[in-house]
């Protein structure tokens, strides 16, 4: 058990915490091995050259990824005021979210179960 008070475990948690530009996009309809097929092609790129690959992505994760990425990019110059040029794809990465279960009729009065899943996608920028 941590020792101190509450708050003096509070501030030390907050120093810790990661200053690093991010955006984060919950609930995403896409599930996470076809988000990162996308992700996997725009991590550790800078900033323009990761755009250029979602935009013309034909995955459906990649219209989701491109917005996710244009917010980042405006969280790091409004909020940290970095420069955009310097920019580049430091994490990227999608988690588990909930799973949607869904029941389809078939043959000789079974049911057959579908999965509609969902993913947390992340994209954290940095400096070079």
């Known amino acids: 058990m941590a020792k101190g008070h509450r708050s003096q475990i509070k501030r030390e948690r907050n120093a810790q915490k990661d200053t690093r530009p991010s955006a984060k996009l919950s609930y995403a309809r896409v599930s996470v091995q076809k988000a990162c097929f996308v992700l996997d092609a725009i991590r550790g ?3 323009d050259t990761a755009l250029g690959i979602v935009m013309y992505n034909p ?3 990649s219209t989701l990824i491109e917005k996710l990425l244009k ?4 969280n790091a110059e409004v909020n940290n005021g970095m420069n955009r040029s310097n920019l580049y794809v430091a994490e990227c990465y999608a988690n588990k979210g909930p799973t949607m279960k869904r029941i389809r009729p078939r043959a000789q009065g079974r049911a057959y179960r579908i999965e509609k899943r969902m993913s947390h996608i992340t994209i954290v920028l940095d400096e070079k």
């Open 59 to 61: 995955r459906y994760a």
């Open 71 to 74: 917010s980042a990019i405006a």
């Open 45 to 47: 790129k800078d900033v």
